[in-house]
Structures are given as C-alpha cells and as structure tokens.
C-alpha cells in the first residue's frame, strides 16, 4: 500500500429523508446498494445504516417523491 | 469535497406544492427529476424557460416546477408550446406529455411539431396506461395487455413513438427507462441543446393500474422488468426482428439537426423585408 | 380629414388591417372558407411588420397556438368558419377561463356541419355565446361593412386586452367578401390598447387577483414572475383549488367581468326609435338590407324604427328593453331560424310582440323581404 492511499480519509454522508414527502414506495430501499435505508413501521423510509453509505445519489435520483437529500459531511474531526 | 451528480434539485420545484398527487412508486417524479437536473446541466435560466404539459397524470408535472408553466388542455401541449416558442423564440419551450395525451388525442400535433423540428423539447412519459382516468389502456399499452376497457387483453397494436417522430423529422429522439434515470437525464441534457425538435421517450411505471392490473409486482419490480426488456441501440442492430420481439430499444436513437423552424421563419421575415414574395 | 387614405378592400383584408393596426403580431390559422382570405394575407404582411404567421395542423391546434402566442406576451389572433368554430371552442373555453386576451374572427357560412362553404348565415349567434362548456362570459362584435369590419377588429383586440377576454368578431360570408371603399386613418389617430403589466413584485404578485373591474393582470412568459397556468378552476394563485367558496368566485368572476362593465363594452347603432311604432332589430350583414327596409317603409309613412347592436354579446337588456318598451312589434331579421330573436323576445318578456324574419336558403334576405313583414304588422 502506499501512503497516500492510507491517508485518504473515509468521505462521511448524511441521508436525510423528508417524511411529509416520502409516500413509501420502497424504491430507495431497493435501489440502495449498501442497505443504508429501510422501510420503517409508519411505512416510511428510515435511515438504518449509514455509515455505509458511499454517496451514491441512487436514492436521491431515483426517489420518485424528491424526498431524500444525501450531502457529504465535509469532515474535518 | 461536492458529491460527484449532487444537484440543487430543490430549487427548480415549487416546494410549497408538494407533495405532489403521483401515487406511491409512480415513475413519474423519477423522470421529472432527470428532466430538472438536465436543465441544470444546460444552465437554463428559470425565467426563460415554459414548461408545457396537456393532461393526464404526468401532465401534473408542470405545476410543480418552479418557471412559468402551463398545464394546457389534452393532447395539445404542442400546439400551445408551437405558439409561445413561434411568438417568443428567445424561451426555451420545454413539454410534458403522457403516453395517451401525446399519441392519442394530440397524435397530430405530436408529428407536426416533429415535422416543423420547431425548437421544443417533448418528454413523454410513457406508463402504457390512462392513469388519471383509473387504467384504461392507451396507443402504447403493449398487445395482450390488460387494462380497464380491454378486460379481455389489448388488440390494438402498440405505437413505437420514437420511430413516429423520427419518420416525421424531429432531429434528436432517444428513449430511456425510469431505471435508467443518468441515462435519461443524459439523453434530456442532449436534447436541450439541440435546437430543433426534441423528442424523448421516458418508459416509466404505474404500479397502481398498469402494474397491479397486469400483475407485475411493485414499482421496482416493473423498474428492473423495463430494464432487462431494454436492448441498447447498438446491440439491437445485430438483432432479427424476432428477437426484438417484446424488447424495446433504449439509447440516442436519432440525432441530425437541421433548421429549427422560428429561425426558418426569421429568413421568412426577412425575405419579406427585402420586398420578395409572391 | 387629413391622414386618411380611401382605399377599396374585402372585408376579410380589413379585418386583417385592423388586427395589424391594433398591434397583432402572432397570427395561427387553418384554412377555411370564406376567412381563408385573411390567413392568406396574414402570412403575407405579418413578416413584412416583424409578425410571426404559422399555418396549424388543424383548427384546433390553432386556437392552442393563439392561446400560447398570447401568453408569450404577443396580441394573437385566428380566423375561422362554421366547422373550424365548432373545433376552437376547446381552446376558446381555455383561454376564456385562463383570462387570455386573443382575437377570433368566425366568418359565419350556412351550417349546420359542413353546411353550405360559401353561402352567408348568421347561424353562430348562439354558439358564439355558449358553445364552449361551462358558465363564462364573453364579448362579440358584428360588424355591418367593410369600414365597420376595420375598426371593430381594433375594438376586439382592445378590450381582449382591457378585460382579459377572448373576443370573437362575428362576421358573416356577406361582410367578409364584399368589397367596400374604406377610409383608413393614419394609425396615430387611432386608440390602441396595450397590455397591462403586473406592479406588484415578483413572488407577491397574483397572476388571477382581479382588480376592481373583476379583470386580473397576467404577466406574460419570460417576464420572471415565474406562475402557473390551468384550465382546472384556480385560486388566485393560479393553482387548482376545488375549495367551494373559492371555485364560486372564481367560475362567477368570468361572467360578472363582462356583465359588470357592459356599459363600456357595449355599442349599438339607433335610428328613428322615438316615435317609432315598430322597430327593427337588426345585426351584420343583414342590417344592411334592414336599414335599407326601414328607410322604404318611412318613405310610406310608416312609424319604423331601426335598432343594430354592434357588441352582439353581452346581450344589453336594459337598452334593448328600452328601444322596443310600448312598441307594437319589433321584427328581428336574420340568417337563421331565430336565433337572437330568442334573445329579444326574453327581454320583451312578452309586453312587444317578437317577429323573427328568418331565412336558411343560403341567400341573404332582401330589403323587400324586410319591408314585407314590417307591413304584416297592423
């Protein structure tokens, strides 16, 4: 390995997701590769995994409800 | 560091009107986000720019979409939208179609505006069904399909709306699935730019009445069918027409500019100038 | 007077110099006889003015177009027949409900259907009132000559713009084909009405908040205000509501923006109504063979008077009331089976008796024919 792929730091997300919106149709849950969102019991997606979460956009892009909002967290910690 | 696509999606909507009438998994707002990131991608101002839709359920769109916009009567989008690009050619006109409102009951204006490559983009998207009317079956419900007035399957033979156009010169068309979102927002991102008459054929899901009435699961479940019934433009040119059967060609299908109209009628008004005519 | 030139021209060419006078420049048509004269001259003299002209691919597509052409911020207008009137009440209803100022010319030919392409009829009458679906009010002129054709087009799009209407010029195949000598004005004599913009700012403004006539102020497309349009019924907002009190407003203000300023949208021309014991009711191209009628009949001592309306719609009922008020008959000639005779005899209301003068032959009535029935009444 070399040094400089040691130094990259881990990129961190946030998922946010906004309930009024999200109607529940699972497609986030379904198109989320690192099974970062599930289905809550209000029917409602939920973020359960999200330190996984590589930032994709797969949720934002295909959430037909404009529901989900992914930023990086510039991290600095 | 910008996450690579992130798009400030937000602020082309009207947020005040959302959530927006589409049922649960509807593919509707997929496309309809390709179509906002595409204009961001273009970089076309939201005071110049119309967005026009007819009727039916993705004609909704236009309302929630932050320009001036307007949601016209059925199938005569393209007319209201010839009209404004004809009076005002500096606004970008941009369509909002369904399958039904574009290929039935405004079919006409559909290969008119092609015809004319008059500088408009048309997205149609294409659910296969009547949805605002509860599932009855459109021009581009496939054969064998059920659907409300067809309870005993579909007779009628389905539209291939991209070669429609293509034969009546629109100069770019290209099809995408909703499961293909990048792709269609790349294809729309294209047809903004050309100048001329755009056509883009969005095939997306209508869990509630084409799905459920047909048995084809849930919205993703119809997503992933459309995907893996989708053969790419360069891979169906090796294929028979056997089998291509039930498969539906995705890709830049057609891309040849030539005159867009209210720029041909700017030579008009100059001819007219200069005293010839007649 | 000075500035004028006397020039002899159709009535369908004068419509269309009075549509270019009164600024039109976004012209989408179809052809159909007898108006098909005017979309021929509009592609020709509209590029000549930096115009715009499109040939649609149908008629209802054109009203679509005008309707868009408007809303682009450019005075827009079709001409039209019978059969391509019927298609256009689609649109006409839009723009009518959208508050979209446009100019239709319906050049009246013998329906119904297909009917009679190059015959005159005055059978639209009614149409031209309710012939899109739903409650609304709406403005339409009859012009009676070529002259009357030029400056009532400038009157159309004048108060499609002061009231935010779609006005119909209601002319008829006599009107349109005939040739008249025409004293144009020089064009700085003339009043022409343009488009009012919205003053409040961007975000606060309400494209449908009516102002105290009851008419809103739409920006036009590209203006930056950025608003919403639909043939669904709207708030104020313009966006759909289907809230009762809401939806009351809103459909009534369609009706009440014309009623309530009828004064200033109405015109009719009186003749020799005082001491008159009977009176002519008589619009478009057959009031020329009335006026004719009438002036024959006071030749033979006859008490006759001669009333035209030429705002057809809104119908004025207290001016009409007052003309035929005490009157042993008022006799209404026209070229349909009593169509705006209908209209009369509401108003009459039974107190002057309502003899309609009707005829569907495909010819016009002639003033013998008029005279005829003025001397039945005893």
Redesign the interface.
């Known amino acids: 390995m070399t040094a400089l792929a040691t130094e990259r730091k881990p990129r961190l997300f946030t998922v946010e997701v906004n309930t009024t919106y999200c109607k529940g149709c699972e497609i986030c849950v379904q198109v989320c590769p690192k099974n970062v969102l599930a289905m809550n019991d209000r029917l409602k997606a939920n973020v359960v995994n999200l330190k996984d979460c590589t930032g994709c956009l797969n949720c934002e892009i295909y959430c037909p409800d404009f529901a989900i909002n992914v930023e990086e967290v510039e991290a600095n910690a | ?3 690579a ?2 798009i400030p ?2 602020k082309y ?1 009207r947020q005040d ?4 009438i ?9 496309v309809m ?2 179509l906002v ?1 595409a204009i961001h991608n273009v970089g076309l101002s ?3 720019t ?1 967005i ?1 839709s007819g009727i039916g359920c993705s004609s909704r769109a ?2 929630y979409m ?8 059925h199938g ?1 989008a393209l ?10 050619p ?2 970008n006109v941009i369509v909002m179609t369904g399958d039904g409102d574009a290929s039935a009951i405004g079919g ?2 559909l ?2 505006a092609a015809r004319r490559n008059i500088g408009i983009t048309c997205i149609c998207l294409n659910n296969n069904i009547y949805g605002m009317t509860s599932g009855q079956f459109s021009p581009t419900t496939p054969e064998c399909a059920l659907a409300t007035t067809a309870p005993y399957g579909v007779i009628d033979p389905s539209f291939d709306l991209c070669k429609l156009v293509q034969a009546a010169g629109a100069s770019y068309v290209a099809r995408g699935t ?1 499961m293909q ?2 792709m269609l927002e790349k294809y729309i991102t294209n047809a903004l730019k050309n100048d001329g008459f755009s056509f883009i054929e969005a095939i997306d899901q209508c ?1 509630t009445y084409f799905g459920r009435k047909n048995k084809l699961g ?3 479940a119809m ?1 992933k069918r459309q995907q893996e019934t989708s053969v790419s433009v360069s891979k169906a040119a090796a294929m028979t027409p056997a089998e291509l059967e039930g498969k539906q060609v995705v890709g830049e299908l057609w891309n040849s500019p030539r005159p867009e109209y ?1 720029k041909s ?1 700017d030579q ?2 100059a ?3 200069q005293g010839g ?2 | 007077m000075p500035n004028q030139s006397r020039v002899l021209m159709q009535g369908n060419e004068a419509i269309l110099e009075g549509a270019l006078a009164a600024g039109m420049r976004f012209y989408a048509g179809y052809p159909i006889t007898p108006s098909t004269e005017i979309a021929e001259l509009a592609a020709e003299r509209l590029p000549k003015v930096g115009g715009r002209f499109i040939q649609m691919e149908d008629e209802i597509a054109s009203m679509a177009a005008v309707v868009g052409g408007s809303l682009a911020g450019v005075k827009s207008m079709t001409a039209t027949s019978g059969p391509g009137f019927s298609l256009k009440q689609e649109n006409l209803g839009y723009a009518i409900h959208g508050d979209i100022p446009c100019v239709v010319i319906n050049v009246q030919r013998m329906g119904p259907s297909t009917g009679l392409p190059t015959s005159p009829a005055q059978g639209d009458m009614q149409q031209a009132r309710f012939g899109s679906h739903g409650d609304y009010g709406i403005i339409a002129l009859t012009p009676s000559s070529v002259s009357e054709a030029y400056y009532l087009t400038i009157r159309a799009f004048n108060l499609s713009e002061q009231f935010r209407v779609p006005v119909i010029l209601l002319t008829d195949e006599v009107i349109g084909h005939m040739r008249e000598a025409v004293s144009l004005p020089d064009p700085s004599e003339l009043t022409v009405a343009e488009r009012r913009k919205p003053t409040a700012p961007k975000g606060e403004h309400k494209p449908f908040a009516p102002d105290a006539k009851g008419v809103p102020t739409l920006p036009n497309f590209g203006d930056g205000y950025r608003f919403h349009v639909t043939g669904l019924i709207h708030a104020e907002d313009g966006f759909a509501t289907s809230n009762p009190k809401l939806v009351d407003q809103a459909v009534r203000r369609l009706t009440n923006k014309i009623t309530d300023n009828i004064d200033e949208i109405y015109e009719a021309e009186q003749r020799e109504i005082a001491d008159a014991d009977i009176v002519v009711f008589s619009y478009g191209g057959t009031a020329r063979a009335a006026r004719r009628a009438v002036r024959m009949a006071r030749e033979k001592g006859l008490k006759v008077g001669f009333y035209r309306p030429i705002t057809i719609w809104p119908f004025h009922d207290e001016m009409v009331r007052n003309a035929i008020a005490g009157k042993k008959a008022v006799i209404i000639p026209e070229l349909n089976l009593g169509q705006m005779a209908r209209e009369v005899e509401r108003v009459a209301h039974g107190t002057t008796t309502v003899i309609p003068v009707t005829k569907v032959t495909g010819e016009i009535l002639t003033p013998a024919e008029i005279l005829a029935a003025i001397e039945e009444v005893r």
Request: with cysteine; glycine share 10%; proline share 4%.
């Open positions: 560091m910008a996450i696509g992130k999606t937000r909507l009107r959302l959530p927006h589409w049922c649960p998994g509807c593919g509707h707002g997929i986000q390709a990131r939201q005071d110049k119309v026009v236009s309302g932050d320009f001036d916009t307007i949601h016209t009567t005569r007319a209201f939208a010839t009209g404004i690009k004809m009076a005002n500096e606004l006409n204006h290969i008119h909703a979102a990048r869990p849930d919205a993703y997503m209210a009628y008009v008004i001819k007219a100038q005519g007649r």
